[in-house]
């Protein structure tokens, strides 16, 4: 047996192997900076569905206050409580309630629907938990132990988050009277209300970031609703570069 094998404490050779078995599982586990990026942004999402959080407001005469941010999901099922619930905040007391929208009520079936069906793909589906804020909580927290699963968690809650975010302050999306430079087309048959209808191709969907963001600015996106091709930032002004003769 080679002299410079070290075998530890116990010296057989099961521990090596089980040592070397432990160094690997590590190896396995490390995750590069810009996933551990991705997982650290993953987490936020987590915490702007699930957790309250503050922000600050501006009250009228008082200048600028601390207040607190309800999770999304919150939110939502606030929109579609029926009128007449138990408030969660017991005591047999009644609460008025807000009617039942039906766009929110499909976005939470959707995203019901959808965590659903990623749950028997995690390990330890028979521990999973029952409700859906405690199985998006243990879906994340999979994430130290599974990096795989980093990208599609991380692309999945910030749908959600977007849906949620956009479903109460709409973005504010505007035709544009250009022609896509890379497909060439200026319009676009579409459906509403069951029936086609002729729009511009190229479309701005103007969103407002968040107050807890850096920048505030309006977040701009070009795409064409022909070809898929998208713009922005820096994209946006050499678009509107190659198409400014067309206005």
């Excluded at 160094?23 to 957790?51: H, N």
């Excluded at 206050?65 to 009128?83: C, D």
């Excluded at 807000?98 to 793909?121: T, Y």
Aim: aromatic share 4%; glycine share 10%.
């Amino acid at each position: 047996m080679p002299e410079h094998v070290d075998f530890g404490v116990c010296g057989c050779w099961g521990c090596v192997q089980e040592s070397a078995g432990e160094k690997a599982l590590m190896q396995e586990i490390v995750v590069s900076p810009g996933q551990q990026l991705k997982r650290a942004k993953t987490w936020r999402l987590r915490d702007r569905l699930l957790s309250w959080s503050p922000e600050i407001l501006q009250v009228e005469g008082h200048g600028p206050r601390v207040g607190m941010q309800k999770p999304l999901l919150l939110e939502l099922q606030e929109q579609i409580r029926p009128s007449g619930e138990v408030g969660a905040g017991g005591g047999g007391g009644v609460e008025p309630g807000l009617p039942v929208a039906a766009d929110a009520l499909s976005l939470m079936q959707d995203i019901e629907r959808e965590m659903n069906e990623r749950i028997w793909l995690l390990p330890n589906t028979e521990e999973r938990p029952e409700k859906l804020g405690e199985r998006i909580g243990w879906w994340v927290d999979a994430l130290t132990d599974h990096p795989d699963l980093i990208d599609e968690c991380y692309k999945v809650l910030g749908s959600w988050v977007r849906s949620i975010e956009e479903l109460f302050d709409p973005p504010t999306v505007v035709r544009l009277r250009r022609v896509c430079p890379a497909c060439h087309s200026s319009h676009v048959v579409e459906e509403a209300n069951g029936e086609k209808v002729q729009n511009r191709a190229l479309v701005a969907t103007i969103r407002r970031k968040p107050a807890s963001e850096k920048s505030t600015a309006p977040a701009v996106v070009i795409d064409c609703k022909v070809c898929g091709a998208t713009w922005s930032g820096g994209s946006i002004h050499e678009l509107e570069q190659d198409t400014r003769e067309q206005g």
